[in-house]
C-alpha cells in the first residue's frame, strides 16, 4: 500500500477552513491551478470530492465536514512536534525522575536534593532505586532518568557521562575501638579484624592487593555486600569498615573515621544517562541540580 503524502494535511486544513480554492490558494502562497492540482490529489488519497460546486461557490461535502474537525488539531500537533521545545516553565512542571543509587546516595544526598527541586519544581516527585549492579540497560530501556555511579566496563558505550565527585577510601570504627587513637601503620590496621565490602562475593580487594605489596594481610572476619551493612557492624562490633568517604558521609554519623594507611586510587562518581535525554530541558534542569547538591555547587555544561 502506497504511503499517503502527509504534506496533504496542510493543504487540506487549509482548503477546509477557506471552503475556496483561490483563497486557499493565496494562504498557502501557491498559485491557482497548483492549489486545483492539490484538491484533485486529496479527492483521489480520501476518495471523496470533498468540495463541490455550489452556484458561484463551493460547499464541502459531509466527509470533508467530517474531517475539518479532526485535520486542524492533527496539523497543530504535528507543527508543535517540529518546533523548538519551549522555554521550561518548572513552576507548572509535572513529572516523575527515577534515579538509579547505591547505597549511601539518598542518605547524603537526598534531602537536599528533594529541598532544591521542591523549591523549583513543586509539581516534580523524585524516585529513588537501588543499583544493584552495573548493567546499563535500565537507562537504555527508558526505566531509570538518571544514575550515578563509576563508569566502568560495563557500563554502555553510549551512555553520557559526567563527573560528579572523587571520593577515597576511609577506615571506619566505633569510638571505643583501639584504632581510634595513636597513629594508625599498615601494620596497625592490618592487624585489626575487618569487615570486606564486595557485591560480587570476591574475597579480596583493592585493600588487599595493597597491603599485599607491604608484605601484609588483613584478618577479614565479616564478609557484606554492601557500605550500609559495613557500617552497621562496625557500629556494633570491634570490626573495620573501609568505605567511600563522601558517598558514606552521613551513615558514619558517631564512628570513627582515619584515612587508610595504604594508597589507594580515588574513585570518580559520575552521572550518567542516555543520549536521547541530552536535549530534554526538564532533565537538562535536573542534571544541574544533581551536580549542584553532589558537586558542591559548581555548575558545569549539560
Known amino acids: 500500500m502506497t504511503r499517503p503524502d502527509l504534506n496533504l494535511l496542510v493543504t ?35 476518495g471523496d470530492p470533498l468540495l463541490v460546486r455550489a452556484g458561484r461557490g463551493l460547499v464541502p461535502t459531509p466527509r470533508a465536514l467530517e474531517l475539518r474537525g479532526r485535520v486542524g488539531p492533527l496539523v497543530e500537533a504535528a ?50 532505586v537501588q543499583k544493584l549492579d552495573r548493567e546499563s540497560s535500565p537507562l537504555r530501556e527508558g526505566a531509570v532518568d538518571l544514575e550515578t555511579g563509576v563508569v566502568g566496563d560495563a557500563t554502555g558505550p553510549e551512555l553520557r557521562a559526567q563527573a560528579l565527585f572523587h571520593d577515597r577510601f576511609v577506615g571506619v570504627v566505633c569510638s571505643g575501638h583501639p584504632l581510634a587513637n595513636g597513629e594508625i601503620t599498615p601494620a596497625r590496621y592490618a592487624g585489626a579484624r575487618h569487615i570486606h565490602v564486595s557485591r560480587r562475593g570476591n574475597d ?33 562490633t570491634d570490626l573495620i569498615a573501609s568505605v567511600p568517604e563522601r558517598y558514606t ?30 536535549a530534554d530541558p526538564a532533565h537538562r534542569w535536573l542534571r544541574g541540580c544533581v551536580r549542584e547538591v553532589c558537586g558542591g555547587g559548581a555548575r558545569s555544561a549539560s
Open 12 to 46: 487540506l486544513d487549509v482548503l477546509l477552513s477557506e471552503g475556496s480554492v483561490a483563497r486557499a490558494a493565496r494562504r498557502l502562497q501557491l498559485s491557482p491551478s497548483a492549489m486545483s492540482r492539490a484538491l484533485a490529489r486529496l479527492r483521489e488519497a480520501t
Open 79 to 128: 507543527e508543535a512536534c517540529l518546533r523548538p521545545a519551549e522555554s521550561l516553565n518548572l513552576k507548572t512542571l509535572t513529572r516523575t525522575f527515577t534515579l538509579r543509587n547505591r547505597e549511601g546516595f539518598v542518605e547524603n544526598f537526598g534531602p537536599d536534593l528533594i529541598a532544591r527541586v521542591n523549591a523549583e519544581a513543586p509539581g516534580v516527585r523524585l524516585r529513588f
Open 204 to 236: 579480596t580487594g583493592p585493600i588487599d592487593a595493597a597491603l599485599h605489596a607491604l608484605g601484609l594481610e588483613r584478618d577479614i572476619a565479616a564478609s557484606v555486600g554492601s557500605f550500609s551493612e559495613a557500617l552497621a557492624l562496625a557500629r556494633a
Open 249 to 278: 558521609g552521613t551513615l558514619r554519623a558517631n564512628l570513627v573515621t582515619f584515612p587508610l594507611p595504604v594508597a589507594l586510587p580515588e574513585i570518580t562518581i559520575s552521572l550518567l544517562w542516555h543520549p536521547r535525554l541530552d
